[in-house]
């Protein structure tokens, strides 16, 4: 079932599922998001230890780039010529509440900077772009809704005026009470 | 090329709630960022550059009904309308759009002493949006740009992107972020916090000061015709370092990739730029890394500073607060002294201000970078109006 009427590679992943252009390439039903994540980097086949040191949210989003790009989806473009066009609505809520818990006692007060650091959104964009040496133009945006025309015409306007010649766009949210990842190859 | 005007701006800071009360604090060098212990803050005394609560009140009473907004939206509020009365841009129309820049919103709320003043989902940046879009009952849902320390500069590129499309005739940018336990323990924990001034490419630089406030732009395709001078945004782009999460690059290579991007973008040589308004964070790998981008695109020469010694660093507020004063620098003809520092301490030769002075300025570059490796870079331009 392709759930998007475009015409560009995407990878969705939602439900425990990992969906490569409307195709499932990987399930397993009724896991925790931890374990879930976690499998997926198996089956994947990946040897990347920086994924363990990652959130919630960066291992959800990595794991969507990876499926949809491998190891050499981007290979014939310059670093510079590679855009990253994301958004989400709680920008980094569940860590954020990490790094509140660890304030709340002024007895007992633990702040960690390997918390702390996964607090911006942008640091997804950051893990995607070490891994795939990206060095273009990337912009994170937060809204309420999902708009997914806006994200897909602003990176097609990257493209048309010359800042990019391909961009990794799309939508990565988590939150205790649910997530959904969806991103697209704009070329 | 469609030209893109900046029409008005104001800045809200430790040191005024205008732009003019900002820059004559700076022409002075006087600093806003000082000593505060306070628990309700911070457990232990802390070096920042904060809004006084007392004249944020004051000042928030020509609001409508400012209670029901937190302090972080009282001074987006506050910053737009001073903003707004400069110009006559239509606020309600479909053609105006207004871009919020921000690191973390009302993050305070999360805090435990806060929790239960506000409904929770005003923690949501989209959320906060709706406040301020409502407030000044604009028909089209802001962006929120939320991109780490870049979240000014950046916001500034994305309008300018809309702007050029013909999307929209003007845009709003405002950028801001507040001092919160959640931050400050946050940077202290990095071990990025200086306990003193901060003194941007000092020998003895050793980190940080937060600081809080908002800054606004009002961008517009529309020529001004009130103005003798006007300021136009020539150009701009963004780039990744691709090197680690929490540091900077040690080459400066992807600083020096949005430098050179945004100079093709604005059809501008090195020669041309006669001032830089640097990110200048006073960490010692941050100024380290932008000394070598400089030297790479060949800026070392031209008259540069860092605001961070007046206002400390406000996040995502920085990119937009930073180019308000380079604006003002561009119109006053004037360079500002680099606050803080006094003895080159990074690797390269640069043309650091060290006493504010006139001179005949033209065009000038505003760098920013943060957490993530992202870099921003915008150019603004003068000319004389006729």
């Known amino acids: ?187 | 090329m469609t030209k893109i005007y900046i029409i008005a701006d104001n800045i809200i800071s430790s040191l005024g709630f205008d732009t003019q009360q900002n820059i004559e604090k700076i022409a002075a060098m006087k600093t806003g960022v000082s000593c505060h212990f306070d628990t309700q803050i911070y457990p232990t005394p802390v070096w920042i550059s904060k809004v006084d609560n007392q004249d944020l009140s004051t000042a928030s009473k020509q609001l409508c009904q400012p209670q029901k907004y937190t302090r972080l939206e009282q001074l987006f509020l506050l910053s737009i309308t001073d903003a707004l009365q400069q110009s006559s841009i239509d606020i309600v129309s479909k053609e105006t759009l207004i871009i919020l820049a921000s690191t973390k919103g009302n993050i305070d709320l999360l805090e435990f002493k806060n929790q239960d003043k506000f409904p929770s989902e005003r923690v949501n940046l989209g959320s906060m949006a709706k406040e301020i879009q409502d407030y000044f009952q604009n028909p089209n849902t802001p962006l929120v740009v939320c991109n780490a320390c870049i979240s000014g500069v950046l916001a500034l590129d994305v309008a300018k992107r809309l702007l050029r499309k013909g999307k929209y005739k003007n845009i709003i940018v405002a950028g801001g972020d507040i001092v919160s336990e959640f931050t400050l323990s946050g940077f202290q924990c990095f071990k990025a916090m200086s306990d003193a001034p901060c003194k941007p490419y000092d020998k003895n630089r050793v980190g940080i000061n937060l600081g809080e406030g908002v800054g606004t732009i009002i961008l517009s395709t529309e020529k001004p015709s009130n103005q003798a001078t006007i300021i136009t945004l020539e150009g701009g782009a963004s780039s990744n370092d691709a090197n680690h999460i929490s540091g900077p690059s040690r080459t400066g290579d992807g600083l020096l990739i949005a430098i050179e991007k945004a100079m093709k973008d604005a059809n501008c040589t090195s020669e041309e730029l006669d001032y830089l308004s640097m990110h200048g964070t006073a960490t010692p790998f941050n100024d380290e890394m932008e000394a070598k981008a400089l030297v790479l695109a060949d800026l070392q020469t031209v008259p540069m500073n860092s605001y961070k010694g007046y206002i400390g660093h406000t996040l995502g507020a920085a990119g937009v607060i930073e180019s308000v004063i380079a604006i003002h620098s561009l119109r006053n003809n004037t360079l500002y002294c680099s606050l803080g520092f006094e003895e080159l301490g990074v690797p390269e030769q640069l043309n650091i201000i060290t006493k504010t002075s006139p001179a005949i300025l033209q065009k000038c570059l505003k760098t920013a970078s943060g957490f993530g490796g992202c870099n921003g870079a915008v150019i603004f331009a003068k000319q004389e109006n006729n």
């Open chain 1, 1 to 187: 079932m392709q759930t998007f009427a475009t015409t560009y590679p995407y990878c969705e992943i939602k439900d425990e599922k990992i969906i490569l252009n409307g195709n499932i390439i990987f399930q397993e039903e009724d896991a925790a998001f931890a374990k879930f994540i976690k499998s997926a980097y198996s089956h994947l086949n990946l040897d990347y230890p920086k994924f363990h040191k990652m959130d919630r949210l960066c291992k959800l989003a990595f794991i969507a780039a990876y499926t949809l790009l491998g190891e050499n989806g981007l290979k014939g473009y310059a670093p510079d010529e590679i855009g990253v066009v994301m958004a989400n609505t709680h920008s980094t809520l569940h860590t954020d509440t990490k790094h509140e818990e660890s304030i709340q006692d002024r007895n007992n007060y633990y702040p960690s900077p390997a918390v702390f650091v996964y607090t911006l959104p942008n640091i997804m964009v950051g893990e995607i772009c070490i891994k795939y040496n990206i060095k273009g133009e990337s912009v994170f945006f937060v809204s309420n809704h999902f708009d997914k025309n806006l994200l897909l015409e602003y990176s097609q306007d990257m493209l048309q005026d010359g800042s990019a010649k391909v961009c990794l766009t799309g939508w990565v949210d988590y939150t205790e009470n649910g997530y959904y990842a969806v991103l697209f190859l704009v070329k």
